[in-house]
C-alpha cells in the first residue's frame, strides 16, 4: 500500500465537476473507476480542489492509496489507458505517507480565458466566455490592483461550501491580452465558492464602462455580493497549477522514447 500522486488534466465540458455526485458523471468517479478496473480495488481519489461543473484544469493535483506492485511509470500508462475521454494523467510518482493534494497545498493558480470576438467562436462558450466587444484594458488592470493583498472577499463569494471566514491573500493577478484574446490570471493561498468567476465577471463589467475601476475598492469594502458584476460562465475557467512546500514531479517527464517535445535533425 503506497500514496500516490498524480498531476491531471481535464476537459470540465465533459463532467459534472470534479467531486463524485450520484447521477453525474465526474472526474473524481472517472479516475476511480479506471483504478478499479486496473487493481479490482475500491480507491478513493481527493483532488486539490473540487472544481465545478464546466471547469477545466491544467494541473489538478490529486492522491490516492493503493495497493499495487507497478510501478509509477506503468501505472501512469495504464489508468491512461483506462480513463475515459477528456481526462489524462500527466504525471504521477509516489508520495510521502503524509502528503495530501488539498490539505498540504499552499495555494492555486487559476486563468479565466475570454474572446473578444465580433463572431461567436465556431468551438462554442466551452473552452472560453465569448464578450462580442472590445474591452479597456488598462480599466481592468486599474480596477484588479485594489484586489491583490488580504482582503475580506465576501462580495465575491456565492454561497456553496461553508467556511469559517471570508479572508483571503491574492499573491497575484495579472492579464495576458493578445489579438481578440484575454486571459485572467490569479494566485491565492485559496479561493472562495466562485470567486475567480464573480472577480472576472466583474473585472469584465470593468471593461465594458458599465462599472468604473474606483467601484471595485467601494465593492470589496461592502462585503456584499449584490455589489458585484455577474459571475462569469465556467468554461472560461481552468485550474492551472497548485503549490506545494516541495517540488512535486521532479525532473523531465521522460518516456520509453526519451522526453516528448518537437526536435529537429
Known sequence: MRNVRALISYDGSKFFGWQRQEGFYSVQQAMEEALAALTGQTVVVHGSSRTDSGVHALGQVAHFRVDTRITDERLRHALNFHLSEGVAIRRLETAPEDFHARFSALGKRYMYAVRT????????????????????LQAMREAASV???????????????????????????????????????????????????????????????????????????????????????????????????????????????????????
Open 117 to 136: 470576438t465580433r463572431f461567436r467562436s465556431p468551438f462554442g462558450p466551452t473552452l472560453a466566455h465569448w464578450v462580442p466587444q472590445p474591452l479597456n
Open 147 to 265: 484586489l491583490r493583498g488580504r482582503h475580506d472577499f465576501g462580495a465575491f463569494a456565492t454561497s456553496g461550501s461553508p467556511r469559517s471566514s471570508n479572508v483571503r491573500t491574492l499573491r497575484s493577478l495579472h492579464f495576458i491580452a493578445r489579438h481578440e484574446r484575454l486571459a485572467l490570471v490569479v494566485e491565492g493561498d485559496g479561493f472562495l465558492y466562485n470567486m475567480v468567476r464573480t472577480i472576472a465577471g466583474t473585472l469584465i463589467e470593468v471593461g465594458k464602462g458599465s462599472l468604473a475601476p474606483a467601484d471595485m475598492a467601494r465593492i470589496l469594502a461592502s462585503r456584499d455580493r449584490s455589489e458585484a458584476g455577474p459571475t462569469a460562465p465556467p468554461g472560461g475557467l481552468y485550474l492551472v497549477s497548485v503549490r506545494y512546500p516541495e517540488r512535486i514531479f521532479r525532473g523531465r517527464d521522460r518516456a520509453g522514447r526519451g522526453a516528448p517535445g518537437v526536435f529537429a535533425h
